[in-house]
């Protein structure tokens, strides 16, 4: 079946190419009142570790410029959320640095896990889910790759990669600050400055950030309101240009996060009477989390032809205390009381080669991280006897006390033969060895938090390598088509389940989970270069998915691996410059994504087997409008439009026989007006989020047996007023 459709696939986009470039070929451009026909923005990319333009590579991938950034006001990963085909960005986590993602229908719903979408800023891979949501200042570029990304990066990703690129330090002097007030006490300022210290070797740049609002939900139980935000967030560079060859770079990032944990809205509220902004959880929702990271990058041209690079990096982050309540509820059900530490090296080594018709990628990659968990958890066993005082041993008091340690070697690369004008071969291989040592020390608790006993105790360690090919062609039938087919495999490495509860369980591992990926895409320029439309369609084959299910050989729950599952799906990404006042863009993607083997998901004899993969809508819509409005005012007037709309995902690889884990389709309309004043170095700039004040939950949670069951919503209505100033 795989292979009939990936060769239906590959007829479909040929028969596209060809057509695509004969209609081009007839297409006359229509002319501005200056004489020059509107075209669309070359997007110029690093993801192939050297300069290309979008539309000459060959992997599907969406990037965003500045332009667009500001267009539609994202200033963080969450504002991605639904504007990327078959990404799936929560627009709800359990905190505002922590972010969960899911791509091609694949993803890692605990935010403590690795991720399967690997995260880099600046070329540094962020190891953990948790601090990986990044507040935006003076980027350069977003870059999303869909698919295994093994062979051109340091650290492997089953499903794709997340760059993003911040801009270097030059030696002109810049500056820039943004100052936004809002709804629910918003206050929003990001400030910016950038210049030579010393002439033609030099310079530097410091960037910050203050992001504050009030809660958009209100908690009887504590008399305050909730889901707050307030972060501050630093970022500085250092550039040395000693000479022509060399080119070294400093950067410091640090993070100081003290938003809420966030609060749930439980279904079953006091008086029977539901509202959506209303949490009632005993917990107060603390976090204090600090993050600090550097890097140092190092560029050398050997020739004209060969470029080094290395790019060293330490970083992490401590979560003490992140304290949240898992039911929103008023009575003990379940709360979590945490602390996290995560401190990791890294060290990537690239050699980058272009020789005419032979160019190639290779690289060194090596990661050590230590991740610490403290997690004291107070749960009751089942919906009875809810009194913890008067029925203990309905609850279980546990402090789960465990270290992974985690060394990671990989060597990476791939070259492209340029063997005709028109046809380009690429072949790439990465070797990987993880290696993990798990430290674990659990205690028993009373009510008061207090050590009564000893749980479990022990250390276990694993050792799991792997070979992942990649093989591609493409064809550029025109200089405005090109086409490409690509085979290749990703891993996610194994490791050991840091919930367990349980000897034989801690010390039991979980496989790595492969995935074989097949994909063919379309670059095309159409209309002169007035239209760019991409078509990526693809296949997934995944072996060992790691997730939670009943084992009955252990008769218990433990984190392992799910079995088989495959995905597949159409990605399509359009931009339009129909005039030069008027540019447009639309996204689709379609995806069907199933388990096709999960025991064990729902409990003993509850297998998942033909069930939807989760948070994989099978219709995601996203387009934009900008328009600069031709009135007869001082300064220029800009207003931007944006929509995403999704269908209907499960939360639940076992859905509900009342539908209770069903989120339903839901669309999100978006705005930004921009005045730029006759003194363009002034703007200001009236935001709107969810303009609709959609208000449809995002997310849920249900389980029975201890009568959890709640909601999450999208942030309200919120509207952002800024003062702009750059020079």
Do not use: C
Not at 618 to 635: M, N
Request: net charge neutral; hydrophobic share 35%; glycine share 8%.
């Amino acid at each position: 079946m795989p292979r009939l459709y990936l060769r239906d696939l590959l007829l479909f986009s040929s028969a596209l190419a060809i057509t695509g470039a004969a209609r081009a070929a007839e297409t006359a451009p229509e002319a501005n009142a200056d004489g020059a026909a509107p075209a669309v923005e070359q997007v110029i990319v690093t993801a192939e570790r050297r300069a290309t333009d979008l539309q000459k590579t060959a992997i599907a991938i969406s990037a965003f410029g500045q332009q667009v950034l500001a267009d539609r006001k994202i200033d963080n990963i969450r504002d991605l959320s639904g504007q990327i085909p078959n990404l799936s960005i929560s627009r709800v986590t359990i905190s505002h640095t922590t972010q969960t993602y899911a791509l091609r229908g694949v993803g890692e719903a605990d935010p403590i896990q690795e991720p399967v979408l690997a995260v880099y800023v600046d070329d540094v891979y962020i190891p953990r889910q948790i601090g990986s949501m990044v507040e935006f200042n003076d980027l350069e570029r977003i870059e999303v790759l869909r698919g295994p990304q093994g062979t051109l990066y340091g650290r492997n990703s089953s499903a794709g990669a997340l760059r993003i690129i911040t801009r270097d330090p030059g030696q002109a002097l810049r500056a820039k600050a943004e100052v936004g007030l809002g709804n629910y006490g918003a206050v929003d300022v990001r400030a910016l400055i950038e210049g030579p210290l010393v002439a033609d070797k030099l310079s530097g740049s410091l960037s910050y950030i203050h992001h504050k609002r009030d809660g958009t939900a209100y908690d009887p139980t504590l008399g305050h309101d909730v889901n707050r935000i307030n972060l501050d967030a630093f970022r500085a560079k250092l550039r040395w240009t000693p000479s022509e060859p060399v080119d070294v770079l400093l950067t410091v990032n640090a993070l100081r996060d003290r938003s809420d944990t966030r609060s749930y809205i439980p279904v079953n509220q006091p008086g029977g009477v539901f509202r959506k902004d209303r949490s009632y959880s005993e917990v107060e929702p603390t976090q204090d989390l600090d993050q600090i990271s550097g890097s140092l990058r190092v560029q050398y041209a050997l020739s004209e032809r060969l470029k080094l690079k290395s790019i060293t990096a330490y970083g992490g982050f401590n979560l003490n205390p992140v304290n949240y309540d898992n039911d929103g509820e008023a009575a003990l059900i379940q709360k979590n009381l945490i602390h996290y530490n995560d401190q990791y090296v890294t060290q990537e080594v690239q050699l980058n080669g272009d020789f005419g018709d032979v160019t190639f990628t290779s690289g060194l990659f090596y990661l050590h991280e230590r991740f610490f968990v403290q997690r004291d958890g107070y749960s009751r066993r089942n919906a009875q006897n809810t009194d913890p005082t008067v029925t203990p041993g309905n609850y279980n008091f546990a402090r789960a006390h465990n270290i992974t340690n985690t060394d990671a070697y990989a060597v990476f690369g791939e070259a492209t033969w340029k063997a005709t004008p028109q046809l380009s071969l690429t072949g790439g291989l990465r070797w990987t060895n993880e290696e993990k040592a798990f430290v674990f020390d659990n205690k028993v608790l009373n009510l008061a938090g207090q050590v009564t006993g000893q749980s479990i105790k022990g250390s276990a360690d694993k050792t799991w390598s792997a070979i992942t090919p990649k093989l591609s062609a493409q064809y550029q039938w025109t200089p405005d088509v090109l086409q490409y087919v690509s085979y290749s495999k990703g891993f996610k490495s194994g490791g050991f389940d840091n919930r367990a509860t349980r000897l034989d369980l801690a010390i039991l591992p979980f496989a790595p989970e492969d995935v074989t990926t097949y994909e063919t895409g379309l670059k095309t320029q159409l209309l002169d270069q007035r239209l760019r439309a991409n078509l990526a369609a693809f296949y997934n084959d995944y072996q060992n998915l790691q997730v939670s299910f009943y084992d009955p050989a252990y008769v218990g729950s433990r984190r392992g691996n799910a079995g088989k599952a495959h995905t597949y799906g159409v990605e399509l990404e359009t931009e339009a410059r129909p005039t030069e006042r008027l540019s447009a863009q639309f996204n689709v993607g379609w995806l069907y994504a199933i388990y096709d083997d999960y025991k064990g998901a729902g409990g003993a004899g509850v297998n998942a087997d033909g069930n939807r993969l989760l948070n994989s809508p099978r219709w995601s819509l996203a387009g934009g409008v900008t328009y600069d409005l031709p009135v007869d005012i001082p300064g220029a007037l800009r207003l931007g439009l944006n929509a995403q709309w999704q269908s209907g995902i499960v939360t639940s690889a076992t859905p509900s026989a009342g539908g209770q884990n069903n989120i339903p389709s839901q669309g999100f309309l978006n705005g930004v007006a921009t005045w730029t004043t006759p003194d363009p170095r002034w703007a200001v700039s009236l935001s709107v989020r969810n303009i609709l004040n959609s208000q449809k939950p995002v997310s849920s949670t249900y389980t029975p047996s201890t009568a959890i069951y709640l909601l999450n919503y999208p942030d309200p209505r919120t509207v952002l007023v800024t003062l702009k100033y750059a020079l």
